[in-house]
């Protein structure tokens, strides 16, 4: 009924940028809070930034100044827009967005990450 598809993963040199996009689908997709995780292989999923409904922001430390959280409640999309990647920032990208109207929050399937040096 309810789905959140990542996309804009792919491969980049080091110091170069990707946007990645959220976007709902759905009888409900209107999303309140979203949040962006990443998980590289062998660790722990981090929270890498978050926005909610009114747009205040929440950036990981080892973001901060790099990447931005945005959304664009038009297209039910939130996009996270990453500069000066290094090789640390890959993994695989997930978003999990609270849905309104939707009783649980839904996982997005993933999109990969790949910074080479």
């Known amino acids: 009924q309810v789905q959140v598809v990542e996309s804009g993963g792919g491969l980049v040199q080091a110091g170069g940028s990707l946007r990645l996009s959220c976007a709902a689908s759905g009888r409900t997709s209107k999303i309140n809070v979203c949040g962006w995780y990443r998980q590289a292989p062998g660790k722990q999923r981090e929270l890498v930034a978050s926005i909610n409904s009114f747009g205040s922001t929440n950036y990981a430390d080892f973001v901060k100044g790099r990447f931005t959280i945005s959304r664009d409640n038009a297209k039910n999309t939130v996009y996270l827009q990453m500069n000066s990647l290094k090789p640390e920032d890959t993994a695989v990208y997930y978003c999990?967005?609270?849905?309104?109207?939707?009783?649980?929050?839904?996982w997005g399937q993933g999109t990969q990450v790949t910074v080479s040096s």
């Open positions: 999990n967005a609270n849905i309104q109207g939707y009783w649980r929050s839904v």
